[in-house]
């Protein structure tokens, strides 16, 4: 069973940058989409970026597509999300995820998701 547990968020001024990382076991990741989520207050879940299984590809958001990159490192069975002149709308609630690569995985749908970490909080301050 895959398991989630996110790190590295903070506080960092506008303009700034931070790396979230999310620490993967239980996970084959030739078998599994892996996602990135971020949910501010009042609003829904948004996704951000989608790993494709075996890391051969990733969707991004147009909100990120310019400023956040995804990226993996297997040996460390470790998940990151690099984060670039981040702006206070990018304030929320960031959350890796997992689906299977039977499953429905898509940005928009994140019932797809059936594994998610418990979260970590970013905030931009103008």
């Known amino acids: 069973q895959v398991q989630l547990v996110e790190s590295g968020g903070g506080s960092v001024q506008a303009g700034g940058s931070l790396r979230l990382s999310c620490s993967v076991s239980?996970?084959?990741?030739?078998?599994?989409?892996m996602a990135w989520f971020r949910q501010a207050p009042g609003k829904e879940r948004e996704g951000l970026a989608l790993?494709?299984?075996?890391?051969?590809?990733?969707e991004y958001a147009d909100s990120v597509k310019a400023r956040f990159t995804c990226s993996q490192d297997n040996a460390k069975n470790t998940l990151y999300l690099q984060m670039n002149s981040l702006k206070p709308e990018d304030t929320a609630i960031y959350y890796c995820?997992?689906?299977?690569?039977?499953?429905?995985?898509?940005?928009?749908?994140?019932?797809?998701?059936?594994?998610w970490g418990q979260g970590t909080q970013v905030t931009v301050s103008s």
């Open positions: 995820a997992a689906a299977s690569k039977y499953g429905l995985a898509r940005l928009l749908f994140p019932e797809g998701f059936a594994t």
């Open positions: 239980g996970y084959t990741y030739t078998n599994y989409y």
């Open positions: 790993l494709f299984p075996g890391g051969g590809f990733t």
